[in-house]
């Protein structure tokens, strides 16, 4: 996980502790993949890429923020791996874990779907 990610966690947290309608992040291709799976499970209400920049479109329901808690799970100094087994065992009903896999960024969904595990860098609440 690089910086990049880093600092897209940071930004849509204050972003909707703040109440914005919209964040804006650097264009990178990795940050593209983790805002598709986002988008994809109904966390943000969309983004919009240029060329200097990706526009983040924030989502409420009712006022209240639809992502109230995004994490690092593995991080540069600990890194963390789930078997197939370990992402079964995992109760994510109200919440997403997006991986990192052989076949690309995913959710816990689509890794179980997929019968592939990964290193878990993001939690979605």
Same mark, same amino acid.
């Given at each position: 996980?690089?910086?990049?990610?880093?600092?897209?966690?940071?930004?849509?947290?204050?972003?909707?502790?703040?109440?914005?309608?919209? &964040?804006?992040?650097?264009?990178? $291709?990795?940050?593209? $993949?983790?805002? /598709?799976?986002?988008?994809?499970?109904?966390?943000?209400? +969309?983004?919009?890429?240029? #060329?200097?920049?990706?526009?983040?479109?924030?989502?409420?329901?009712?006022?209240?923020?639809?992502?109230?808690?995004? !994490?690092? #799970?593995? $991080?540069?100094? *600990?890194?963390?791996?789930?078997?197939? /087994?370990?992402?079964? !065992? %995992?109760? %994510?009903?109200?919440? *997403? #874990? #997006?991986?990192? %896999?052989? $076949?690309?960024?995913?959710?816990?969904?689509?890794?179980?779907?997929?019968?592939? +595990?990964?290193?878990?860098?993001?939690? &979605?609440?």
């Amino acid at each position: 996980m690089n910086r990049h990610i880093c600092n897209l966690i940071s930004n849509i947290n204050n972003g909707q502790l703040a109440k914005k309608s919209f &964040v804006v992040q650097a264009p990178k $291709k990795s940050i593209k $993949k983790v805002l /598709n799976v986002l988008w994809d499970e109904g966390f943000i209400s +969309g983004y919009k890429v240029s #060329i200097k920049s990706i526009k983040i479109y924030l989502k409420y329901k009712n006022g209240v923020p639809a992502i109230t808690l995004m !994490k690092n #799970i593995s $991080k540069p100094s *600990l890194k963390v791996y789930y078997s197939l /087994n370990q992402l079964w !065992k %995992t109760h %994510t009903e109200n919440s *997403l #874990i #997006i991986l990192s %896999t052989n $076949k690309g960024i995913m959710s816990d969904k689509e890794c179980k779907k997929k019968n592939l +595990g990964g290193e878990p860098f993001i939690l &979605v609440k």
